[in-house]
């Protein structure tokens, strides 16, 4: 016999069982066969093996997700990983902002306050921004590289023992079939005895790979308790950061109330953390909020004082001072003024200024 006439009678001898398993199958579907059920504990496990899959498979996607919303660039990183190519390196939302902060800051110039507000919170982005790439890094090769090999190599051999073991059943029930069918039963059960005893191996060979889940479990329940420690350490080191920049720019006045009785609007002093635990997680319950000084003093007393100018402030109409950051003028208060305004002096020079802008020396 030679390898083309072996071939040809291989082929037939396959397409007659993927016709007999067809057979099979269908005559299941429609009740007209009986089908050999697989015991409850091998159900059981073949369920929790597909769960595990279909659960791993969402996270894995929506944690990508989390750490990259850019579609985009999850593709372009996902074709790079299928290439097993390096990504070229790109800058993140943070370090663009902290950047397009820095360049602001700088052109509005760093001796302003705007501008050196700008450079202070573009640094912090930025360091937020390396702090995120450290993130993205250890959760993919501690959590998202674990959850990948599984779908990608456990499962599939998981997958490709049980479809085998399908074909095993299959071909045992079309055997049972044939013997009720055949005329010479002694050849039928030889061929009974042999279906059975593959189905009985590779059913144990399947049970010994999905006993293994619960070992894979164990072994993902390791990488998440990775990912939660390395969500932990960004967001605590970014909590640091934000604590350092607030106490950088002090008492920044950020908000501004309008007055529909005045032609200029008084700014409104923003309140700083006195006292806040050093780990990032701490209660909230320990946060002291404070004044950042008590410029309501002067209005208990009858004289005037010294203060330092903080910030620049452009006066909005004759009635109030111009300022420059770092200056001392004279202050006092007028009765009937509102309360967020003082009259400030300095030399010939007369009008209304916002307290805090100010701060009172002793």
């Avoid at 573009?122 to 090999?149: C, H, M, V, Y």
């Amino acid at each position: 016999m030679n390898i083309m006439d072996f071939n040809v009678k291989k082929l037939a001898a396959d397409a007659g069982t993927f016709l007999s398993r067809a057979v099979q199958f269908t005559e299941e579907k429609l009740g007209q066969a009986e089908k050999t059920e697989l015991d409850a504990h091998l159900e059981n496990l073949l369920s929790k093996a597909e769960c595990t899959k279909i659960w791993t498979e969402k996270i894995m996607k929506q944690t990508e997700v989390l750490l990259q919303p850019n579609p985009n660039a999850r593709i372009e990183e996902f074709v790079y990983e299928k290439l097993d190519r390096k990504a070229p390196s790109r800058i993140n939302n943070p370090e663009l902002l902290g950047q397009y902060m820095i360049d602001a800051g700088t052109e509005f110039g760093p001796g302003t306050a705007y501008g050196n507000a700008l450079i202070k919170c573009g640094e912090t982005q930025k360091r937020i921004g390396t702090a995120d790439r450290e993130l993205i890094q250890t959760s993919a090769l501690n959590f998202l590289t674990p959850l990948r090999n599984f779908i990608e190599g456990d499962y599939k051999t998981i997958a490709k023992e049980r479809k085998l073991l399908q074909n095993k059943r299959l071909d045992l029930d079309a055997a049972k079939t044939r013997l009720k069918k055949a005329k010479a039963a002694e050849t039928r059960n030889s061929e009974l005895r042999i279906t059975q005893s593959e189905f009985d191996r590779q059913a144990e060979i399947t049970r010994l790979l999905l006993e293994g889940i619960s070992s894979t479990h164990a072994h993902h329940l390791r990488c998440l308790n990775d990912f939660v420690e390395a969500q932990m350490t960004y967001y605590a080191q970014c909590y640091q950061y934000m604590l350092d920049l607030q106490k950088q720019l002090g008492s920044f006045p950020s908000n501004y109330l309008s007055n529909n009785n005045q032609t200029s609007v008084t700014p409104v002093p923003s309140v700083l953390p006195n006292a806040i635990g050093s780990s990032a997680m701490a209660s909230t319950s320990g946060l002291v909020i404070t004044s950042p000084s008590n410029l309501s003093d002067l209005k208990e007393c009858s004289g005037s004082r010294k203060a330092r100018v903080l910030y620049d402030y452009d006066a909005a109409n004759s009635t109030e001072l111009s300022l420059l950051a770092d200056e001392v003028i004279t202050v006092f208060s007028v009765v009937g003024m509102d309360s967020d305004w003082l009259m400030g002096e300095r030399g010939n020079q007369k009008g209304k200024v916002p307290i805090t802008y100010l701060e009172l020396l002793n």
